[in-house]
């Protein structure tokens, strides 16, 4: 499993000069699970999560999946799709983590595949020519809607 952080020092001195006020780190509950085996796709969610700010964790199998969520990291769920597997996983997770965003993501898809990918119980299915700098804020997007703070009252 591969954990990243959301700042590095130099990062924060970036930021510190911005206009705009630093958000506080999230809470471990909110930290994003990525799982996925390739390597491209890995580094592109990787640059995306860190621009967004989200801490993320990366695991390659299904044991190293179960074993964040037992540890509770349920804040956003991302599944690479790479084979009918990873349908299945979404289907899964879907049953266990009613809650919790579960969102696809791939380099192409069919009509077929984004069927049977929302029937599998995706939250969101980001496909095609993926950019980190519009993928992190959709991501970031799904994470805050299904916050229960963003239900309070203003």
Known sequence: MTHTRPHTEAHDAQLA????????????????VVVNRDPELRALLSRALYAA???SAFVASDQELQACLRNGTRGLVVVSIESGESIELL????RELAEVPLVAVARTA??????????????????GSLDSRSL??????LLEAASPASCSPV
Do not use: I, Y
Not at 17 to 32: C, F, W
Not at 91 to 94: A, C, D, K, P
């Open 17 to 32: 000069g911005s206009a705009e006020p630093r958000r506080e780190a999230r809470a471990a509950s909110h930290e994003v």
């Open 53 to 55: 700010d989200l801490p």
């Open 91 to 94: 289907s899964r997770l879907r």
């Open 110 to 127: 069919t009509p077929d595949l984004v069927r049977d990918v929302m029937r599998a119980g995706a939250t969101d299915f980001l496909f």
């Open 136 to 141: 992190g804020p959709r991501l970031l997007a």
